[in-house]
């Protein structure tokens, strides 16, 4: 799949308070898809901490998701694209794999894939959220905080890092066109 990189996955974090908390409270995420295209969106929990969504669901182009958290959630979210499913939900992405399903149910994403992880009611009470490229880089991210009463930023890697990736980290589509940005190429035999 050729993919345009004109988009953006967002995630809105509403009524996240983020540093100043006062009492425990859960949180909506809500997901905005600005690609031009599919993306199946992947959700890992914490350990010990309730699944959301099931572990992933598919985002239309231009389409959002709302997405309930419970107070002392944590885990991480992360965009999976050039994915093919079939009706039991059983399939393969292109990048951001999470075992060949479309509900996760708590697998990670195989790297390449942006990471928007979150924690609610952390050190403090605090809520922390932060885009996390540990995992390479396959989609622009934003995270919007909205509501709350904290001085909160909108962390985001919203510039298409494949642009200018080497082309000894790029990851590639069947096509052959460069999908994704891997840094694990640089684990290897160093």
């Not at 390449?112 to 959220?129: C, H, K, Q, R, V």
């Amino acid at each position: 799949m050729a993919v345009a990189w004109s988009c953006l996955l967002l995630v809105l974090l509403v009524w996240l308070s983020c540093i100043d908390r006062t009492g425990a409270a859960g949180a909506t995420f809500t997901f905005v898809n600005s690609c031009g295209f599919t993306v199946w969106v992947g959700v890992q929990s914490n350990g010990g901490i309730a699944l959301l969504a099931g572990g992933g669901f598919e985002l239309a182009a231009g389409s959002k998701n709302a997405v309930s958290a419970p107070a002392g959630w944590g885990g991480r979210f992360w965009g999976r694209t050039g994915c093919n499913f079939d009706s039991s939900g059983q399939g393969k992405c292109e990048t951001g794999d999470c075992g060949g399903v479309l509900k996760c149910g708590g697998t990670g994403g195989a790297p390449p894939a942006s990471l928007a992880e979150i924690t609610l009611d952390g050190a403090n009470g605090d809520d922390f959220y932060d885009i996390s490229l540990v995992d390479g880089y396959n989609l622009p991210l934003e995270m919007t905080p909205s509501g709350g009463t904290g001085v909160c930023g909108s962390p985001g890697c919203t510039y298409n890092l494949n642009d200018n990736c080497p082309q000894v980290l790029q990851v590639r589509s069947v096509q052959g066109s460069s999908i994704s940005f891997s840094y694990s190429f640089l684990c290897v035999e160093l």
